[in-house]
Structure formats: C-alpha cells, structure tokens
C-alpha cells in the first residue's frame, strides 16, 4: 500500500479523454505533479458534482505543472458512455482512468473488497 513520502509504484491502467481510449503508466508522469481522484462508480448522483469542479480547474492545474486523473473500477467503455451522456461529466477534459480489477484502488487503500467499488480519496503525488 502506498505511503507518505515513499516513491510509489508503477502501474499502467487504461483511460478514456478526448474521444479516444489509450493507456498509461504513473511513471509518465515523472516530473510533473499528479492528482488522482478516486470515486465509487459511474452513472452515480453525487460523483458528477466534485468531478465537474475538478474539470472547472483543469486548466489551472495544467499551468501549474500538474495533471488530474479520476479512477475508478468502471471501465472506460463506461467511462465514454458517462462521458457521452452526463452534461456535468462531459466537461471533463483530463482522462478518466479504468481500474476494474480494483489493482490501483487497492494500492492507495480505497478499494472496499465487499462491494467491488472504490472509496473517495483524493491523492497527490509530486514530481519526484
């Protein structure tokens, strides 16, 4: 599990942005500063609210050398199709990162066994 002040581990997960599918590792990252927003599930009432204000500072974020990731174990085919359906969600420009095996939610400790869904944890990592 992931610690404060230890360099976390690698993971290559797939995500949906921009109208495509691609994949990625954390270490891409390398030198910039990474926000990963972890969250329960697509199609969800409350979700829509925090990821849509994080999309309002995507931006902001960018100039500040910093890019935002939201995770969860939906898949990206759910990720595009909330993407396509969600006025809110479809304001989101930074990807939307999949994780249906639950692999990177458990590292950061958010993942509930029971339920096969993520808690919300917010987790920053800095360039280094």
């Not at 969600?89 to 095996?101: E, F, N, Q, R, V």
Request: with cysteine; net charge negative; aromatic share 14%.
């Amino acid at each position: 599990m992931a610690k404060v002040g230890q360099k976390i581990d690698d993971f290559e997960l797939e995500f949906y942005q921009n109208d495509k599918i691609q994949k990625v590792k954390l270490s891409d990252f390398v030198g910039k500063w990474l926000v990963l927003l972890f969250y329960p599930a697509d199609f969800t009432f409350v979700c829509p609210t925090e990821l849509e204000e994080a999309a309002a500072y995507y931006e902001e974020f960018k100039k500040a050398g910093a890019e935002v990731m939201c995770v969860r174990t939906d898949t990206v085919f759910a990720h595009k199709a909330w993407h396509d359906q969600s006025p809110a969600i479809g304001k989101i420009l930074y990807p939307m990162a999949a994780d249906p095996t639950g692999k990177l939610c458990r590292y950061f400790g958010t993942y509930l066994e029971h339920e096969g869904l993520s808690l919300r944890g917010t987790f920053i990592i800095d360039p280094d």
